[in-house]
């Protein structure tokens, strides 16, 4: 017997299915889509059969190819055939080899797995919550779905605060009834404690949940129960979505916006579009969960490529706070210097002598942005990365540390360049606000939450609880305060720094500051007060800011929608982002050259080739080019481009362009 297999690594893409013959004891057990160990030049590699040969289509000149034998079969798992599809449509999709996108797919290697745990949770129906009429609208919609033979796609458009979860979870337990399997994604599972939350206590023991701080003997049990039946729903981030079964039925992607769900190595893929190809062939239902959808999303749904379903209330009537914006430039005027405006500081008294809790965010780490001569404009760069070195106070004292490769310095107490002592820090960070907040507030109790304190799964168990229940009277932090806490005593959030990555060189940064206010301002007024918002700016013109202060997703998506038009942005088009790297400056820039000029002579439109907004990363010089492609056959151009170049980075639909 003569099989075809695809071995997961990466091959040239004119050579990714190898033939092996199979002993004859193994024969009886090979099928289509059985996953085989096989030699693989020195290694052995694991793989799946693509195509099994009869004997007379043997290779012949077997002594110039001599087809070596596979090791042996894996009995505990097999390739649902309709992924083998989904592999295919990955690697011509993103520009990847057939066998990277296999290995997404591929349960853990486990010679000896350690035995699971026989205990079950039981199933904890009696915590579904009655819905509102607005959710059991909805609910009744996407229930008659699940029943048709071809199903769009959904979007809940939801507010924050305004009960997705619970329509996630009853259309879940109507999937269940039919004997199908629920799949259920978030971004992260550090930063949506409640969602899990809420379905552990819905659903118990039928739960595999998935995560990256798990075992490999954990991993290959989530796997086996899921594959195997035995456990009906699983719960984790994008990985959860590559455990394959042939029995889906509900696909859940709750903050479809957030950008957790583009995989920044190759295979380089978008869950939502992988989500949908996984639906498609199992005929399963995907919904897609948000307050603030992506540009993209929230165009498929108003044109009718996604059904639209939108919750426009907070859950039990609660309003959305209403948000100050203050202008900073005013503050300046005052010869307030501190990173907190007086509209700021005045609120946060307000809320704490009503013995509520107050949330600060800051958008970004560190003390301070850089640090720079007042005397000459030098900049303190990281020698690596030549991006500025981010200022840090921590129980060891103080130093410059890049956010890329991690570089450390102590910090110049006079300029290198002019030896000026007017060295100084600019910007505000989390440390700097928090010491700013112990001074103004010495009895309230602070917690600073960012990825300094907060390294672990059981660290931000043991915030969330303490803030919770009233421990802590102000947090402070950075992105992970923005998502997925529902804290009932929350009463005031200020946002310290609005406009961190509002002037970025890119496409997006209008969308993403959008999004990160209106998440943050929602984190406040959960519980039967109405809570506010104070958002600090120096741009408090911008649309984003202004839209944002409004939770007013609609007056942002249409201006946005109109700029994309007109600069011929996605969903308009679609972007392929094209990285050469290298130590040497002229090499990286010498090999992104030889793409551009292909590019012209197939009358390709593109942007560059330009250095990136990073430059340099772990000293590797970065050059890139940014590729408009508005049809398929512009595609089919690109991947035959690619072909020639596929050491270079491809990412297609990248969400990251700096």
């Known amino acids: 017997m003569i099989i075809e297999v695809i071995p997961t690594t990466r091959t040239n893409i004119d050579l990714e299915v190898f033939s092996y013959s199979v002993p004859k004891e193994l024969e009886e057990s090979i099928k289509v889509g059985s996953i085989v160990t096989a030699p693989f030049g020195k290694k052995k590699l694991r793989g799946t059969v693509l195509r099994i040969k009869n004997n007379e289509l043997r290779i012949k000149n077997t002594t110039k190819y001599k087809i070596k034998d596979i090791i042996s079969i894996n009995p505990n798992f097999k390739m649902p055939k309709s992924y083998l599809s989904i592999v295919d449509w990955i690697s ?21 797995p350690r035995k699971k745990s026989e205990e079950k949770d039981e199933k904890h129906e009696e915590h579904l919550k009655k819905l509102n009429t607005e959710q059991s609208d909805i609910f009744q919609k996407l229930k008659e779905k699940l029943g048709k033979k071809t199903k769009k796609p959904a979007l809940i458009h939801g507010v924050t605060g305004s009960g997705k979860t619970e329509v996630y979870i009853h259309l879940a337990k109507e999937v269940l009834k039919t004997g199908k399997q629920v799949v ?86 978008n869950t939502i579009d ?39 209330n907070r859950h039990n009537q609660l309003l959305l706070p209403p948000a100050e914006v203050v202008d900073l430039k005013e503050e300046i005027k005052k010869k307030n210097y501190s990173p907190l405006s007086e509209k700021l500081i005045s609120n946060v008294e307000a809320t704490l002598s009503k013995k509520k809790q107050v949330l600060l965010f800051i958008n970004r780490r560190g003390t301070s942005t850089f640090v720079s001569c007042r005397e000459c404009g030098f900049v303190e760069n990281c020698p690596n ?61 602070i917690k600073r939450v960012d990825s300094e304190t907060i390294k672990n ?41 609005a406009d961190v990555g509002l002037h970025m060189p890119h496409f997006r940064a209008g969308e993403k500051t959008f999004r990160i206010l209106t998440q943050v301002s929602g984190r406040s007024g959960r ?60 090499k990286a820039k010498e090999e992104i050259e030889k793409v551009s000029k292909e590019l012209k002579k197939n009358n390709i439109d593109f942007i560059g080739p330009g250095l990136c907004f990073f430059q340099r990363i772990r000293d590797k010089w970065r050059y890139h080019i940014i590729i408009k492609s508005k049809s398929k056959t512009t595609n089919e151009k690109v991947r035959e481009i690619f072909e020639k170049h596929q050491y270079l980075t491809w990412d297609v639909d990248p969400y990251d362009l700096v």
Not at 92 to 112: D, H, Q, R, T, V
Not at 208 to 234: A, N, T, V
Not at 283 to 311: C, H, M, Q, W
Not at 423 to 440: A, D, N, R, T, W
């Open 274 to 312: 992988l989500a949908e190809k996984i639906a498609e062939k199992q005929n399963a239902l995907l919904i897609l969960g948000t307050a603030t959808p992506r540009v993209e999303t929230y165009f498929k749904a108003s044109t009718g490529i996604y059904d639209l379903f939108e919750l426009k």
């Open 184 to 269: 259920v994604l978030v971004p992260e599972i550090i930063l949506t404690p409640q969602t899990v939350e809420r379905f552990e206590e819905a659903f118990g023991g039928e739960i595999s949940l998935m995560h990256s701080k798990i075992s490999r003997s954990e991993k290959y049990h989530c796997y086996q129960d899921f594959i195997s039946g035995e456990r009906k729903i699983i719960v984790g981030p994008r990985s959860a979505l590559l455990v394959p079964s042939h029995n889906i039925g509900l696909i859940i992607i709750d903050e479809e916006q957030e950008d957790a769900y583009k995989q920044d190595k190759n295979p380089r893929y």
């Open 92 to 112: 011509k999709y993103y520009f990847c080899s057939k066998g990277e996108a296999l290995s997404l797919f591929m349960p853990p290697e486990m010679k000896n």
């Open 385 to 445: 990365c030549d991006i500025p070195l981010i200022h840090h106070i921590n129980s060891s004292g103080s130093s410059l540390r890049c956010h890329h490769c991690d570089y450390k310095k102590n910090v110049p107490t006079s300029c290198p360049e002019c030896q000026s002592a007017k060295i100084k820090f600019f910007g505000s960070g989390v440390e700097k606000v928090e010491f700013e907040i112990k001074k103004l507030f010495p009895k309230a109790r």
């Open 527 to 586: 519980s039967h007060n109405v809570g506010r918002t104070v958002i600090q700016t120096y741009w408090p013109e911008s649309g984003a800011i202004k839209a944002a202060s409004k939770h007013d997703y609609e007056l942002f998506y249409n201006q946005e929608i109109k700029h994309r038009k007109e600069l011929d942005y996605p969903p308009h088009s679609q972007l392929i982002r094209v990285v050469s790297e290298n130590k040497s400056s002229k």
């Open 457 to 497: 799964k059981e660290d931000h168990k043991k915030f969330y609880s303490d803030f919770k229940n009233h421990k802590i009277d102000i947090a402070i932090g950075t992105q992970m305060l923005a998502k997925g806490f529902d804290i009932p005593g929350v009463d005031m959030v200020g946002i310290v720094s």
